[in-house]
């Protein structure tokens, strides 16, 4: 069964700083990976999708990487804003389902 | 227009009722899925359904039922509410299989179940 993992559950950083959300899957057979961002009781917004065959995809200040074989993937924000704040999910792809991570709730301090 | 629209956005019903959660979509997508989130637990799998003669339980299906009566257009039913059901639903599309399924997300119904 896969499993999706986010660390760190929580990130608070100031304003203009360069960070980093993982997102760590047991099982590396996967179609591809989506984030997505997520505001407090509003829907999921698809921010980036790696396909299993690319290794990373940008979104303006958004750079997502993808490491099949180690199970891994990361999303780089780039001198992050207080409208960045949000919660932040990973989500693999097999079979047409997905298997979501619980996210991480980023807070950008002004 | 949104692509993704459901109804109603919130709901507060009463333990033993029949409620019916809909989800329609403009994006001409095959698929549909119901999700529910709940603090702690994540998104969990209900019902998916990739085209409309075919509807799949999820991870979470028992107290659950769906109908698909279009292409456009995926119901979720609890046919007996619990106030263990309370949380917010979500209704998602996705096209093309494989490596290109992004999906897309409605905005949530809020249901409180007492």
């Known amino acids: 069964k896969q499993e999706v993992t986010q660390i760190p559950a929580a990130l608070s950083v100031p304003e203009g700083e360069n960070l980093v959300l993982n997102c760590s899957f047991t099982d590396s057979a996967i179609y591809n990976l989506q984030w997505f961002r997520q505001d407090p009781g509003k829907g999921l917004t698809s921010l980036l999708l790696?396909?299993?065959?690319?290794r990373e995809q940008t979104s303006g200040r958004l750079n997502a990487s993808l490491d099949k074989s180690s199970g891994r993937s990361t999303l780089y924000i780039a001198a992050s804003q207080p409208g960045d704040s949000a919660t932040y999910l990973c989500?693999?792809?097999?079979?047409?389902?997905?298997?979501f991570g619980d996210g991480t709730t980023l807070t950008v301090k002004p | 227009d949104a692509d993704v629209t459901q109804t109603p956005r919130n709901r507060i019903t009463k333990t033993g009722k029949r409620i019916m959660l809909e989800c329609s979509q403009t994006?001409?997508?095959?698929?549909m899925y119901w999700y529910r989130q709940d603090p702690g637990l994540g998104l969990r799998l209900i019902y998916y359904s990739f085209d409309v003669k075919d509807i799949n339980k999820g991870e979470i299906s028992d107290g659950y039922s769906v109908s698909r009566q279009a292409q456009a257009k995926f119901s979720l039913s609890l046919e007996s509410a619990i106030p263990n059901q309370t949380a917010l639903y979500f209704c998602?599309?996705?096209?093309?299989?494989?490596?290109?399924?992004?999906?897309?997300f409605g905005p949530g119904t809020r249901l409180t179940v007492l």
């Open positions: 998602a599309t996705s096209g093309a299989p494989g490596p290109y399924n992004e999906q897309f």
């Open positions: 989500a693999v792809s097999n079979a047409g389902k997905s298997t």
């Open positions: 994006k001409g997508h095959d698929r």
């Open positions: 790696i396909q299993s065959s690319q």
